[in-house]
C-alpha cells in the first residue's frame, strides 16, 4: 500500500516561491488503479515526482509499504509521455534497461522481459531499432521497460498525450491489460477527464494550487470490461460529469 | 525484384539519370576550369609564371614525386595533422566531459572558452615557438590549439542539450551518474561527437599549414611559402593540389565512419 502523508511542497525560483502543493494526503490499495486528474498548473506530475522520489517535498512523507521513499526505488516505475527510447538500441537492449541499471540482467529476468515482449505482440521485433516502430508499440515496449525491473507500482505520466486519438484509445486497452493481468498498481496523471474514468477505480481530482485534493470519485464498473468498452457505459457519462463540474 | 508500376519505374529512372547528371556535371565543371585555365595561360593572355596552369602543376608534381620530396613533405604534414587531430580531438573529449559531470567548473571556466575561441590562434604563434621550440612540436602544438577549444564547445553543449526526459527516465530505473553519463549522454550524443571530429580534420589542417608557415624546414606548408619565395609559382600550386587531396581523403574516411555508425545505431539520418 501507498500513503501520502500531509505532502507539502514549496517550488524556489529567482522570483519567489511557489507553494505547489499542500497539506495533500492520499493512499493507493495494491493492485488498484488510481488517477488524478486536475486543472494544468495545479501539480499532478509534481506528485508522480515526489513518489518516484525524484524531489524531495518540503513537508510530510511518500510512505511504500511501511517504508519511507526518499530516492528511487526499483519497486517503483515511471512511465512518462513520451517513450524516451533509445534510438540506438535495440528493441531487447531497451527493454533491459533498467534490469542492467540495476545490475539484474540475470538470465532468469531477461527471459522475463522477453515473455513479456512476446506475450504483448514484440516478440517479432527484439532485434529492430525503434524508429521501425510505430507510435503505438513503442509506447507499449515503454511499458515493457518499465516492467521487466518487477515493480509493484506504476506511475504513468500523461503516457497517452502524445498518441493521435485512435492510437491513443488502443494502447490505452493494451496498457491497462498489461498493467492488469500482471497485477500492478497503477497511478496514472492525465488532463483527459475520459481515459480517467475509462481507466480507473479511484480518481483523485486536485484542486487548484496549490494543489489538495478536492474530491475523490470511485468508479464502478464490470471488471471484465476493457477501457474502450467502459466509454459505452451509462454510468461512464455520469462519472465524467461529476468530474466535469468540479474542475469546472 | 519488386513488380513496380510503369510510373514507379519511370521515376526510378529519373532519379537515377538525377544523380548521374550531377556527378557528370561535377566532373565536367573541373575539367573546364583547367581547360579553360590552360588554354589562357599557354595562349600568353595571362602569365603562367604567376598564374602556372595545369600541366605545369602536373609536371612540377611528377618532378618532386621522382626526387622524393613529394613524399617526404606530404607525409611530415600528414604525420603532423594526424597528431594535431588526435590528441585534439582526444583532450577536448576528455575536457568536455569534466566539464559536463561538474557543473560548478563549467560555469566558472565559461567565460574563458568563449574568449578562447574567439581568439585568433596564430595570434599565439611566436609565444609556441618559444616555449616549445621550433619545429613539428611548434606547428603540432599550434593545430591542437585551434581544434581543442572549438572540440570542447561543441561537445559540451551536445552533452549538456540532452534529452532531459531521458536523464529522469535513467534516474527513475535508479541509474547512478557514472551510468548515465555511459549509457545515455555519451551513446546519445555519438553522432554529435563524429560531426565535431569532421570539423576537427579541416581545422587540424588549417592549424599545421598555419604552424608550418611561421617555422618549419619541412612539410607542405614548407613547400608551398618556399615556392612563394623563389617564386615557383608551379610548387606553390602542387602543394595546394596535393593538401587538397589529402584533406579530402581523411574528410572522406569519417563521413565513411559516420554512415556506418548512423547505420549501426539505426537513426535514419
Known sequence: MLKLDNISLIYHSKLGETQALKNLSLSVNDGEFVSIVGPSGCGKSTILNIISGLIKTSSGSVILDGQVVSKPNS?????????????WLNILSNVKLGLVVQKKATKENVSYA?????????????????????????????????????????????PFSALDYQTRLIV????????????????????????????????????????????????????????????KQANFNTYFDEIWEELA | MKNYSKEHL???????FNVFFTHFCRILLLFCIFLIWEIVANAGIVDPFITS????????????????????????????????????????????????????????????????????????????????????????????????????????????????????LM???????????????????????????KINVGLAWVGVIMGEYLNSSAGLGYLIVYGGQVFNLNLVMAGVVILCVLASIMYFIIAG??????????SNN
Request: charged share 20%; with cysteine; net charge positive.
Open chain 2, 171 to 197: 534516474k527513475t530505473l535508479g541509474a547512478n551518474p557514472t551510468q548515465i553519463l555511459f549509457k545515455l549522454i555519451m551513446p546519445s550524443n555519438l553522432a554529435n561527437i563524429i560531426s565535431v571530429l
Open chain 1, 114 to 158: 522477453k515473455n513479456l515482449l512476446a506475450k504483448y505482440g514484440l516478440g517479432d521485433f527484439t532485434n529492430h531499432h525503434p524508429s521501425n516502430l510505430s507510435g503505438g508499440m513503442r509506447q507499449r515496449v515503454a511499458l515493457i521497460r518499465t516492467l521487466a525491473t518487477k515493480p509493484e507500482i506504476l506511475l504513468l505520466d500523461e
Open chain 1, 75 to 87: 519497486k517503483i516505475g515511471y512511465m512518462f509521455q513520451r517513450d524516451n527510447l533509445f534510438e
Open chain 2, 10 to 16: 519511370h521515376f526510378l529512372q529519373k532519379q537515377r
Open chain 1, 172 to 231: 490505452q486497452d493494451d496498457v491497462y491489460k498489461i498493467i492488469r493481468d500482471e497485477h500492478k498498481t497503477a497511478i496514472l496523471v492525465t488532463h483527459d477527464i475520459g481515459e480517467a474514468v475509462a481507466m480507473s477505480d479511484k480518481i483523485f481530482i486536485l484542486s487548484k494550487r496549490p494543489g489538495t485534493i478536492k474530491k475523490i470519485v470511485t468508479t464502478n464498473f464490470d471488471s471484465n470490461l476493457t477501457p474502450f468498452e467502459r466509454r
Open chain 2, 257 to 266: 565512419i559516420e554512415t556506418i555508425v548512423a547505420k549501426k545505431t539505426g
Open chain 2, 53 to 168: 596552369s595545369p600541366s605545369r602543376i602536373f609536371k612540377e608534381i611528377a618532378r618532386i614525386a621522382k626526387d622524393g620530396n613529394l613524399f617526404y613533405h606530404s607525409w611530415v604534414t600528414l604525420k603532423e595533422t594526424l597528431i594535431a587531430f588526435f590528441i585534439s580531438s582526444l583532450a577536448g573529449f576528455v575536457i568536455a566531459v569534466i566539464l559536463y559531470v561538474i557543473p560548478p567548473v563549467r560555469k566558472i571556466i565559461e567565460p574563458y572558452l568563449i574568449v578562447l575561441n574567439s581568439l585568433p590562434k596564430v595570434a599565439l604563434g611566436p609565444l609556441i615557438i618559444v616555449w616549445v621550440g621550433a619545429g613539428s612540436k611548434a606547428i603540432i602544438t599550434m593545430g591542437v590549439l585551434i581544434c581543442i577549444v572549438v572540440t570542447t564547445i561543441s561537445i559540451l553543449n551536445g552533452f549538456v542539450n540532452t534529452n532531459v526526459e531521458q536523464i529522469k
